[in-house]
């Protein structure tokens, strides 16, 4: 894991960092003439807690980076469902999706070794959220 710190990211009502897991479908239709290539993202997620509060200032990992359920110890999770911004971050996710994935989509069609009329990847996009529900 590669990446600026977010500032003022979103905590839980226990002052815990929140990672967003959400998973893309990547699809390629092809035949003799053109390809297509898509993106589709699950509507439904998983919000997963980190295992202790959260504390900018601590370089520990378990405060900041584990979250993977069943890894590690304490780490929380719910459905997008239950989660009550949902709605309101939803649409800035695919927006975020579409600037971030939607330019490699062509050349994702142009360099599958696939052949055949559908092939697919599925990616699991870890998103944070901050106090402005903006997605990172």
């Keep these: 894991v590669a990446q600026q710190e977010v500032s003022d990211v979103l905590l839980d009502d226990k002052g815990r960092k929140m990672t967003l897991r959400i998973y ?7 035949d003799k003439d053109s390809r297509i ?3 589709l993202a ?3 997620f998983i919000c ?3 295992p202790r509060t959260y504390d900018a200032a601590d370089p520990d990992p378990a405060r900041h980076v584990h979250s993977t359920l069943d890894v ?4 929380d999770g719910l459905s997008s469902t239950a989660w009550q911004h ?8 695919i927006e975020m999706f579409q600037a971030c994935i939607g330019p490699f989509l062509s050349r994702f069609s142009e360099t599958s070794q696939d052949e055949g009329p559908l092939s697919f ?3 699991g996009a870890d998103v944070l959220i901050d ?5 990172w």
Aim: with cysteine; net charge positive; charged share 25%.
């Design 86 to 93: 949902s709605d309101t971050v939803w649409p800035c996710v």
């Design 72 to 75: 590690f110890k304490d780490v």
């Design 121 to 123: 990847e599925v990616l």
């Design 24 to 30: 893309i479908l990547l699809l390629l239709f092809a």
């Design 48 to 50: 997963r807690l980190h």
């Design 42 to 44: 699950r509507r439904n």
């Design 37 to 39: 290539a898509l993106a």
């Design 131 to 135: 106090k402005w529900m903006r997605p």
